[in-house]
């Protein structure tokens, strides 16, 4: 048992003593979230809904009853549906038959969401990456 104890102190000691990094660490766990969790979520919901956007169906759209049947014109209508604005209208309410009056309901923003939570990770890791560069041009250091 003596052996196993000091065999484990020996581990932590030298793994105390690896210099992993040469610069003085000046993050707490709040930074750590800010700069290496919260980026590392957004690139995997990034990565998610992009790659769910060529590998699966991005979009379903209503297809009439009579085209069921046929699956050329289901990813027809899925493909226009992804490429133009679509509008949303409640399962209870009459569809608009005037263009002017669709134009209120608009959804399109489902192409820029891989985009966007790409960016928020950008966003989240920039001002760690200006602390870092800035740092050098410190006056004073420990």
């Known amino acids: 048992m ?23 660490r000046d993050d707490d766990f709040v930074d750590v979230m800010n700069h290496i969790v919260t980026p590392g979520i957004l690139l995997l919901a990034a990565t998610a809904t ?6 699966g ?6 297809t009439p009853a009579e085209y069921k049947e046929e699956k050329n014109f289901q990813k027809y209508v899925d493909s226009f549906c992804w490429i133009t604005e679509m509008y949303n209208v409640p399962m209870d309410t009459e569809l608009p ?33 200006l602390w870092m560069s800035w740092r050098e041009f410190q006056v004073f250091r420990h």
């Open 57 to 62: 169906e991005p979009i379903h759209c209503w």
């Open 50 to 55: 992009y790659l769910s956007q060529w590998m």
């Open 97 to 129: 038959k005037l263009k002017e009056d669709r134009g209120e309901n608009l959804v399109g923003f489902y192409r820029w969401v891989s985009v966007l939570l790409l960016l928020q990770a950008l966003m989240f890791k920039l001002p760690h990456v």
């Open 2 to 24: 003596f052996y196993f104890h000091s065999r484990i102190e020996a581990a932590v000691f030298a793994l105390s003593q690896l210099n992993l990094r040469n610069q003085i």
